[in-house]
């Protein structure tokens, strides 16, 4: 008794913290809401697991890994260049200036676009949920240590940051009710919309179908309503993927699994064949991470800065566009 008792009390705690996050609403048109899928005890709990702290992480490492290519894309249906960027994780501009469109064109059947979604795979951690919040990323590390899979996301808006660190997925839920915090019921207010209280499963309900809550308070994994506000910064807190990708990784991650979320716009990968890549994504949180002198020496504590053209990795630093470049000196 005294076991469950207690685990209705951390429930208490924790869930009214997940009711201060989550979901911004991408456009004044789309509805606020936010979540709280309440789970039924039927067993005497466990305790949650300790994930490895954030502390002890690797520190920031040169990565073997890249996700993604260069290739054309044609879409099956009339798309917008928005869910475009959203489903294969490559800004809309960089998309709408590669095929002379506007970033917001809806692309018809047939046309073919070039697309270059490729991203440095980071390795702070080996095994488990990775979430890269500025390159808004999220990278599946298999029992191995094998890179299983990567999605883009959505994560926090720069004046409600996702919070880094280490954490353990606690809670799996579909169709999960969202229960609107306080704070988003006032921002509701604030701006005019209808304010809601309550949410049930359904095309209306922002935390889509599929819901994994984290040990960091406030702060889940989830689905959308609204599949083109994916690969941004406009959630509150939350980790936000289209419903296909979503689907998929809740079928692969199980309960307890561990997982860290890190802030790294800069990033960089040597291949087996000698290249050098880097990265460079938006300073969203102004965290004073992309100047020349920071990428400097990260370069240098990684052994590269020989290897580096440098002209070429400070357009990278300029451009700050998101996708990986090739800047191996040339010989």
């Not at 009390?9 to 048109?29: D, R, T, V, W, Y």
């Not at 996700?67 to 249906?77: A, H, M, R, T």
């Not at 289209?242 to 860290?260: A, I, Y």
Request: hydrophobic letters at 35%; a negative charge; aromatic letters at 6%.
């Amino acid at each position: 008794m005294t076991a469950v008792v207690a685990f209705l009390l951390m429930l208490f705690l924790l869930i009214p913290g997940c009711q201060k996050s989550c979901n911004l609403s991408p456009s004044p048109s789309q509805p606020v809401a936010s979540e709280a899928p309440t789970p039924t005890l039927t067993t005497t709990p466990t305790a949650t697991p300790t994930p490895l702290p954030y502390a002890m992480r690797n520190a920031q490492c040169l990565s073997k890994i890249i996700v993604g290519k260069q290739f054309d894309y044609s879409p099956e249906e009339k798309e917008e260049v928005h869910l475009i960027s959203a489903k294969l994780g490559v800004d809309s501009q960089l998309i709408a200036e590669a095929n002379h469109l506007s970033r917001f064109s809806t692309v018809n059947p047939g046309r073919s676009l070039h697309i270059d979604n490729q991203h440095i795979a980071p390795c702070d951690i080996t095994k488990g949920i990775l979430v890269n919040l500025p390159q808004r990323m999220l990278f599946h590390y298999g029992e191995d240590g094998s890179l299983e899979e990567s999605y883009p996301v959505a994560v926090g808006k720069p004046e409600w940051e996702t919070p880094i660190g280490s954490f353990a997925v606690i809670t799996k839920h579909k169709n999960p009710v969202w229960v609107v915090p306080k704070d988003i019921q006032e921002e509701m207010e604030d701006e005019g919309k209808e304010v809601k209280t309550r949410v049930e499963p359904g095309p209306d309900n922002p935390l889509g179908n599929y819901w994994m809550g984290l040990s960091i308070p406030g702060i889940g994994i989830h689905a959308t309503n609204v599949p083109a506000s994916v690969y941004s910064y406009r959630t509150h807190g939350c980790v936000r993927l289209t419903p296909d990708n979503v689907k998929e990784l809740f079928g692969h991650v199980s309960k307890n699994e561990f997982g860290m979320i890190v802030y790294e716009p800069v990033l960089f990968a040597k291949l087996d064949d000698g290249r050098v890549f880097m990265e460079v994504d938006r300073d969203i949180y102004e965290k004073d991470l992309t100047d020349m002198d920071h990428v400097k020496q990260l370069a240098d504590s990684m052994k590269l800065s020989d290897m580096i053209d440098w002209d070429g990795a400070a357009d990278v630093v300029d451009d700050h566009d998101g996708i990986a470049h090739d800047v191996t000196a040339k010989k």
